[in-house]
């Protein structure tokens, strides 16, 4: 049963426009969620994360949104550029005594057009 | 710093062959990670080890073996290889955050 789920594999967007990127999870327990962009052949990188008392972070063109009673977080990138194609992976923790266990969605290709 | 470093980056292997994948951190972080990545999948959870001396089964432990060298060091072995082994392995790390670092990976190929 997938707790994290990233229910499209593929967006495209137009350089300059804003990428929405969703997520949703189903355990209850999770209280920390993570954003990681992975380009092909290299290891995922950290970009964002949120903690369940929030229900937004910025880091400059980067915000991720928590819904937390419907379970459903978000990545907004604006505006988006040629340089964010690449996947992006949704992850979640329960931080209590998980000692920092992830758990990943599938991950959704975002390719940004100029 | 190097960060998080893995060896070999790939590797072939045939049917019942065994090996060890190597991964190290400089970053003195506590616990560390072992991930596979499958098409269509994400990361999937094979063994983690919150502290030097301990080590606990993730989400997809079968046919692995991993070993707590030290603090910097975190292997996974395979003792006998499978065909359904044949993925992307990656190594992570962190100090006391859910925010792990990632190595650039090992792909490995099982025929």
């Known amino acids: 049963d997938q707790q994290v789920k990233q229910n499209s594999p593929s967006l495209s967007v137009q350089e300059g426009r804003i990428s929405i990127l969703n997520c949703d999870y189903t355990n209850s327990m999770f209280d920390y969620f993570l954003w990681y962009k992975k380009y092909p052949a290299e290891g995922p990188t950290f970009l964002i994360s949120?903690?369940?008392?929030?229900d937004k972070n910025e880091d400059g063109r980067f915000t991720v949104f928590l819904n937390k009673s419907a379970k459903h977080l978000s990545l907004h990138i604006v505006p988006s550029q040629p340089g964010d194609s690449a996947v992006y992976f949704c992850?979640?923790?329960?931080?209590?005594?998980?000692?920092?266990?992830?758990?990943f969605g599938k991950g959704t290709l975002l390719t940004v057009n100029p | 710093n190097a960060g998080v470093t893995q060896t070999p980056k790939f590797q072939v292997l045939k049917t019942g062959q065994s090996m060890t994948l190597q991964c190290a951190q400089d970053?003195?972080?506590?616990?560390m990670y072992w991930y596979r990545q499958d098409p269509g999948m994400g990361l999937r959870l094979i063994y983690y080890s919150a502290s030097e001396g301990t080590t606990d089964k993730g989400e997809v432990p079968n046919g692995y073996n991993v070993s707590r060298l030290n603090k910097r060091e975190f292997s996974l072995r395979l003792e006998s290889a499978a065909p359904s082994q044949t993925s992307v392995y990656f190594c992570?790390?962190?100090?006391?955050?859910?925010?792990?670092?990632f190595g650039p990976g090992t792909r490995l190929t099982v025929l």
């Open positions: 970053m003195n972080h506590n616990s």
């Open positions: 949120i903690s369940s008392i929030k």
């Open positions: 992850a979640a923790s329960a931080v209590r005594g998980s000692n920092y266990k992830l758990t």
């Open positions: 992570a790390s962190t100090r006391d955050s859910p925010e792990q670092f």
